[in-house]
T-cell receptor, first 114, second 115 residues
Framework: NAGVTQTPKFQVLKTGQSMTLQCAQD?????MSWYRQDPGMGLRLIHY???????DQGEVPNGYNVSRSTTEDFPLRLLSAAPSQTSVYFC?????????????FGSGTRLTVV | QQQVKQSPQSLIVQKGGISIINCAYE??????FPWYQQFPGKGPALLIA?????SEKKEGRFTISFNKSAKQFSLHIMDSQPGDSATYFC????FGSGSARQLTFGSGTQLTVLP
């Protein structure tokens, strides 16, 4: 049982380059989300999805794009990388059922933009 | 606007001692309050969670205390061990729709337990 799988684990980009961070879950969770983690700021929500074909913005969406064509996959695209996007990115999948909630996080992608 | 405020930023405790981390929130729509533990190079992992209809929840050495009127909740780690050394995040989730149903995190506490 893989849970939430993120690739790559590490990436270095030059300013202006684009890339896609991959996220896949095998728990058939309805919800998926992307967070970025920066020192002293906790995790901040970038984008989230409540099901295939449905996405919406979180707290810090600028410079990022998402799509959700299947239940399993939720890629995060950086359109034109900037040094301010240097961070650790976490993907999470979650469910909500009968008042119970469950969130599972991936192991993260450490991105450096130079 | 930080909806969940966490303190302290760092905490050093002797082995066997009690570690206490506090969080305060503003949004009265929050209805789920989890604590996450994160080791270096890993993603956050759920430690323990509480709903606002109870004032305390205990799982092994970990206890959440919840004060609804003060809009505060805290994590107590009893008999702290060096293996507990990690970063701890409080979080909250609101009922309703949209981004409110996603987790809002505190800023994190770096806990070090000395042997």
């Amino acid at each position: 049982n893989a849970g939430v799988t993120q690739t790559p684990k590490f990436q270095v980009l030059k300013t202006g380059q684009s890339m896609t961070l991959q996220c896949a879950q095998d728990m058939n969770h309805e919800y998926m989300s992307w967070y970025r983690q920066d020192p002293g700021m906790g995790l901040r929500l970038i984008h989230y999805s409540v099901g295939a074909g449905i996405t919406d913005q979180g707290e810090v969406p600028n410079g990022y794009n998402v799509s959700r064509s299947t239940t399993e996959d939720f890629p995060l695209r950086l359109l034109s990388a900037a040094p301010s996007q240097t961070s650790v990115y976490f993907c999470a999948s979650s469910y909500s059922s009968g008042g119970a909630y469950g969130y599972t996080f991936g192991s993260g992608t450490r991105l450096t933009v130079v | 606007q930080q909806q969940v405020k966490q303190s302290p930023q760092s905490l050093i405790v002797q082995k066997g001692g009690i570690s206490i981390i506090n969080c305060a929130y503003e949004n009265t729509a929050f209805d789920y309050f989890p604590w996450y533990q994160q080791f270096p190079g890993k993603g956050p992992a759920l430690l323990i969670a509480i709903r606002p209809d109870v004032s305390e929840k205990k799982e092994g050495r970990f206890t959440i205390s919840f004060n609804k009127s003060a809009k505060q909740f805290s994590l107590h780690i009893m008999d702290s061990q060096p293996g507990d050394s990690a970063t701890y995040f409080c979080a909250a989730r609101a009922f309703g729709s949209g981004s409110a149903r996603q987790l809002t995190f505190g800023s994190g506490t770096q806990l070090t337990v000395l042997p």
